[in-house]
């Protein structure tokens, strides 16, 4: 054996590997064979014989090979080479061996767990390989390192890995092999350390375990196959083989255990640490629960590196290790003691907790330590902390009291969330008749009439106005409310139907009156008047913005939409109005020139009076209310225009000549004087309505306000709008003249002009061939349009198909039919669809059906074929019983030719034809059934094809439906959709024809399933027959072998009988001689009459007795002829069993083969 050894460690490395004393440093566990109890967890990647049979040359004597089989199928077999092999417990003569020719072949154990790698050893059976890796893994298998590389020419076999000694610890290299020598199929030892190549790196043994030694996993990847020789004919096998495998090791425990502890299974080396140094876990990975007041270390030589109790005072059990604390006591001290007991908290649990104080009576680091604190938690300032030296309680802010329990003065609501302790008290100052509340609650002491937690609220039949200081008396009418409650803020009463105001003493809103004698209704407009509707005494109606009237049902001036909407007119009013204005100013500069009016006797043309009374009215509504600046300057805009106009009229008067009066001017002054009669009277309502009024909480007085501002604007509005009214009469008067000397004259020119032009354009023709596709070429004029309909008569035949329509009426009668169409063809391809999904559906089920058929047929065949393995295991147990007992020398010889008889002429339930006959429908069966895997894959691409499709067809339907809706668009659009809809009802057709087929090939599988478990059931069938017979030469058997038993014994007998009369014949023959002797010596003649006698009756029985022995040793010998005969008989025909033997082996390994084909088919 070549030796390879890789683990020459210095003496301080073995002797640490070894050191069992803890006191001194870092100590480690005795070294076991790791694979011991876990072969189960070692895995090849190639193992030769798993599936059959395989023949490997090797070299044998001097230029002569052997070769031997491998077969693995049965691991106990001698034949078998499986990676059990290799444990140290296996045996003798046993390996594990690859298949031929592998290169890339891998050994891995998975060890579940971390262990401690001392040596390797590999024992290599046959070539060994040219090259290979070893790995470890920490992470049990997810990633690998490289311990060492080994090759013979490490070059060229891992050309990128350094061949030097490695200087530093993440390093590693490839080792050089050593040649084989002449004979690569010797056995070869392999023997690694990890610590080996690292042994000129200046650090502890120690230190290196932790760094190289440790192992979750390892793996040999075999990387290159070693070169054999080559001999002339048949060529050497290659392969891997490896006699012994050892991993020598323990469990890693960091120096910190002499001891693995034993695990409940067979394993030689367990996993668990037996820790000691304070620390604790699988591998003595972290330190004892109270032991974390230093940082975990691994020990090293002459440093245990123990961990440190952290200092809980005794009371704690745990505690965990903080850097920053470690970092911040100069590295002296880093436990935190964790869950603190006793009442104490802290890191070092040397406080007391939060609601206790130290135990004056007792120490720290004893169990009453703390005792429970008398301050209160939620008034305390540090929650409940007394004071250490003193046991004063600190009272937050808000509170009081040697125990700080309750509020103080003015103050409620104790609690421990509150920073201040209690909350100030919020009572009102109008409602309360103190400061002081509840301490608890909260409740502050009312005053009468006032109630609720800070006396903010009146109490029932009473309000509180907005100015006042007190609740008052609603005031409700008792006949005309329907309680003595009202609104707290605005006193409003609530009011019977019939009666309003706040105390229900007024008329409703929208009437005006005497309650009690009756309210008429407003006859104003409800949708131009203000909520209330019209003033409750005068019944004035009361206009909102922007709209004037009596009923307040005209929009005012500025406001040009339709009435009640009366929105502001648009910009370009105000600008027609301004030039409006500019006119009316021109024909005042030009009013000199013309002469005085003539004298009215009635003096209805008289404005002056009226105007001048207009003035004062005007001047007594700006001196009695208060106008906002802009109503303020339309109001002195509407009395310096009136003056004007006065002072014109007198100027107009006086030169103007006699002019016919206007008749509307009038009607507008009436209006404007009806307009501030009503500006008067709302004037005065609003006046006694302020007067009155009593209520001026905010959400009164902001009513007021508004209403007030309301009213105001619309009296400046109607203040404008009178100040506007002469303007619109000069200007009427003005546009008359206009009417007259300008209108009327270029209207006149502009229809003859209209006339010339309407008789030659525009011409109709062009816009009604695109209208409604006329076909009329003359020209077709508004005033000229003779020669033909301009457009097809009622009833004209429509555009069809592939017609060139022209005009948006044909197109659109097109269009609909088109889309009539559309729907159509989309109502028949949605029924398409529906029965292609419902048959999609059904094909679903059927193929369902037929796996599970398959699936039946599978669980027959197996269950079939074991039933077969068991009969033929039967059969033969019974043919070999038949050949031991036909070729037992003790066997009855005519019970042996009984037997042998009644098997020659044993029938069989069917004929060996007929056996054959069924084979061979099985096998044509067999090859004829579908694959019914094949089948299914090849049916689920066809079935997601119709899925598509159908999903198309859907799509299609959906876009054909949106186009419908949409038959604005083109008519290409409905030529591209009916082309897309024809086409996808091809693609649905196809997928049920496709849904189709595939019905029919499951059908036609069904049908051949059926024929299977038919013939499957016959030859079980025919198995049960013949399991009487086997019963039947079990019985002549077990007869036959007791008949032998008997003849053995009667054999045996019958020998004993001769032996004994063989000696009794000697005997007698001896006597004879003596007597003879003594007969001669006597000499006597008397008596010799009766000697004589005696000596002839004893020869005659002798001779008798001799015949007797001759004659059975005669039969005895004819009776081993017969036996000879017998038994070469029974050879015979023991011949003929043997050769029924293996046709019936041979037909149950075709009926194995054929169930396995069969249960292969299955989806």
């Known amino acids: 054996m070549n030796v390879v050894s890789f683990s020459s460690l210095p003496a301080v490395a073995v002797a640490a590997s070894t050191n069992n004393d803890c006191s001194r440093g870092a100590c480690y566990p005795p070294m076991g064979d790791l694979l011991l109890g876990r072969g189960h967890q070692l895995h090849a990647s190639s193992t030769c014989g798993l599936t059959g049979s395989e023949i490997y040359c090797t070299p044998y004597q001097q230029w002569r090979m052997k070769c031997c089989p491998c077969d693995s199928r049965n691991p106990s077999s001698f034949l078998a080479h499986t990676v059990q092999n290799v444990l140290a417990t296996a045996g003798p003569d046993k390996w594990w061996q690859t298949k031929k020719d592998v290169n890339a072949v891998t050994l891995q154990l998975d060890l579940h767990s971390l262990f401690q790698l001392d040596n390797l050893f590999l024992n290599f059976k046959g070539p060994r390989p040219d090259a290979f890796v070893i790995e470890r893994t920490l992470d049990n298998g997810k990633t690998w390192q490289p311990a060492l590389y080994m090759a013979s020419d490490c070059r060229s076999a891992f050309p990128e890995v350094s061949t030097t000694v490695p200087r530093a610890m993440d390093q590693t290299y490839c080792y050089s092999l050593p040649p084989t020598g002449p004979n690569p199929y010797r056995d070869h030892m392999i023997q690694f350390s990890p610590l080996q190549q690292y042994m000129y790196i200046p650090l502890s043994t120690g230190q290196k375990i932790e760094k190289t030694s440790g192992l979750t996993g390892l793996r040999v990847r075999l990387t290159d196959l070693g070169e054999v020789p080559h001999y002339p004919g048949r060529s050497l096998t290659k392969f891997y083989a490896l006699k012994e495998m050892r991993v020598i090791g323990t469990c890693m425990c960091h ?43 691994p020990a090293e030589e002459g440093y245990t590196h123990t961990c440190k109790r952290c200092e809980c005072n ?8 903080d850097q920053a604390v470690y970092e911040a006591s100069g590295r002296r001290s880093g436990g935190v003691c964790e869950g603190c007991m006793h009442h104490t908290t802290g890191p070092k649990c040397d406080q007391c907790a939060p609601g206790y104080q130290p135990n004056p009576r007792s120490r720290m680091d004893h169990p009453d330590a703390c005792i429970r604190c008398v301050c209160s938690a939620e008034g305390s300032a540090n929650g409940g902390q007394c004071d250490d030296s003193t046991g004063v309680c600190q ?31 919020p009572c009102s100052s109008d409602g309360s008749r103190s400061n002081e509340c509840h301490p608890e609650t909260g409740q502050c002491p009312c005053r009468a009439h006032f109630h609720g937690l800070t006396c903010e609220l009146c109490s029932k039949g009473y309000w509180k106005p907005a100015l006042g200081n007190g609740c008052e008396p609603c005031g409700c009418d008792p006949t005309k409310s329907s309680s003595d409650t009202c609104d707290q803020w605005t006193g409003q009463c609530q009011c019977r139907p019939g009666f309003g105001g706040r105390t229900c003493s007024e008329c409703p809103d929208n009437a005006y009156g005497d309650p009690l004698i009756g309210c008429r209704p407003c006859q104003c407009s409800f949708g131009g008047t203000l909520p209330e509707g019209c003033d409750k005494r005068t019944g004035a109606c009361l206009c909102r913005l922007g709209v004037t009237g009596p009923r307040c049902d005209t929009c005012s001036r500025g406001h040009c939409d339709s009435f009640p909407t009366c929105e502001s007119c648009p910009s370009c009013f105000f600008t027609l109005d301004d030039q409006l204005r500019n006119l009316t100013r021109g024909l005042e500069r030009l009013s000199p020139s013309f002469p005085s009016p003539p004298v009215d006797p009635s003096g209805s043309g008289n404005f002056g009076p009226r105007i001048r009374a207009l003035e004062s009215r005007l001047n007594q509504i700006r001196r009695s209310i208060s106008l906002s600046p802009n109503s303020v300057r339309q109001l002195n805009e509407a009395l310096s225009q009136l003056s004007r106009l006065r002072d014109q009229i007198h100027q107009v008067n006086g030169e103007l000549a006699p002019l016919e009066l206007v008749p509307g001017l009038n009607s507008q002054l009436n209006r404007i004087q009806t307009l501030l009669d009503g500006l008067s009277v709302e004037y005065n309502a609003k006046k006694d309505a302020l007067t009155n009024s009593i209520s001026t909480n905010n959400a009164g007085a902001f009513s007021a306000i508004k209403n007030a501002y309301d009213e105001s604007t619309n009296a400046a509005k109607s203040v404008e709008a009178s100040g506007k009214t002469v303007d619109q009469s000069a200007a009427t008067r003005d546009d008359t003249v206009d009417l007259h000397n300008q209108v009327q004259m270029a209207n006149t020119r502009d229809l003859e002009k209209l006339n010339e032009n309407l008789a030659s354009r525009p011409d109709l023709t062009p816009t009604a061939k695109q209208a409604c596709g006329s076909v009329r070429s003359a020209p077709c004029t508004p005033l000229n349009c003779e020669g033909g309909e301009l457009c097809p008569a009622e009833g004209a035949p429509p555009c069809g198909r592939g017609e060139n329509c022209v005009g948006a009426l044909p197109l659109g ?31 679903q089920e059927t193929t369902n059906q037929v796996r599970r058929s398959a699936e039946k047929l599978s669980n027959e065949m197996r269950q079939a074929r074991n039933d077969l393995e068991a009969d033929l ?11 031991d007992f036909l070729s037992d020398p003790s066997s009855n010889l005519t019970h042996i030719k009984e037997v042998s008889d009644w098997v020659l002429n044993a029938k069989l339930p069917v004929t060996l034809a007929a056996l054959k006959r069924k084979l061979v429908e099985l096998k044509d069966l067999a090859a004829g059934l579908p694959d019914s895997r094949a089948v299914l894959q090849q049916a689920e691409p066809q ?8 999903k198309e067809a859907q799509d299609a339907r959906d876009a054909a439906l949106g186009v ?29 024809d496709t849904i189709d087929d595939l019905n029919d090939i499951l ?30 030469i079990k019985d002549l058997l077990l007869t036959g072998g007791q008949f032998a038993q008997n003849a053995d014994e009667d054999s045996t007998r019958a020998k004993e009988e001769a032996d004994a009369a063989a000696k009794d014949l000697l005997a007698l023959e001896k006597q004879l001689n003596r007597l003879k002797a003594a007969d001669a010596n006597s000499g006597r003649g008397d008596g010799a009459g009766s000697a004589g006698e005696r000596l002839k009756r004893l020869q005659e029985e002798a001779g008798s007795l001799a015949q007797d022995t001759g004659d059975m040793m005669k039969a005895l010998a004819g009776k081993a002829d017969s036996l000879r005969g017998l038994q070469d008989e029974v050879l015979k025909k023991s011949t003929k069993l043997h050769g029924l033997e293996g046709k019936l082996q041979e037909l149950l390994k075709n009926l194995r083969t054929k169930a396995r084909v069969l249960s292969m088919c299955q989806g």
């Open 255 to 297: 120096g910190h255990a002499n001891r693995c502890l034993p695990d409940a299974s067979s394993m030689q080396v367990g996993a668990r640490c037996e820790c000691q140094h304070n620390t604790a876990g699988v591998n003595c990975e972290r330190c004892a629960d109270l032991y974390n007041d230093l940082p975990w270390r």
């Open 314 to 321: 005794n009371h704690a059990q745990r505690c965990r290790f």
């Open 395 to 425: 009272c937050k802010a808000n509170v009081e009291g040697p125990r700080c329990d309750r509020c103080k003065r003015g103050y409620y609501g104790l609690s421990a969330s509150n920073s201040l302790g209690c909350t100030k008290c």
């Open 813 to 843: 009668k097109r269009a609909v039919g088109d889309a009539e169409d559309v729907k159509t063809k989309v109502e028949r391809l949605n029924e398409k669809i529906t029965r292609a999904a419902e048959q999609l559906q059904e094909t």
């Open 873 to 883: 295991k039967e059969t033969r147990d019974v043919v070999k019983e038949l050949k």
């Open 943 to 950: 079935l997601d094809t119709a899925r598509k499709l159908l």
């Open 964 to 992: 419908k809706a949409d038959v604005d668009g083109l008519l290409e659009g409905f030529n591209s959709v009916e082309g897309s809809l024809s086409g996808f009802e091809e693609k649905v057709q196809d997928s049920m």
């Open 1003 to 1032: 059908t036609k599988t069904k049908a051949q399933l059926t024929p299977a478990e038919t013939i499957l059931g016959s030859i079980g069938t025919l198995t049960k027959g013949m399991k009487p017979q086997l019963a039947h």
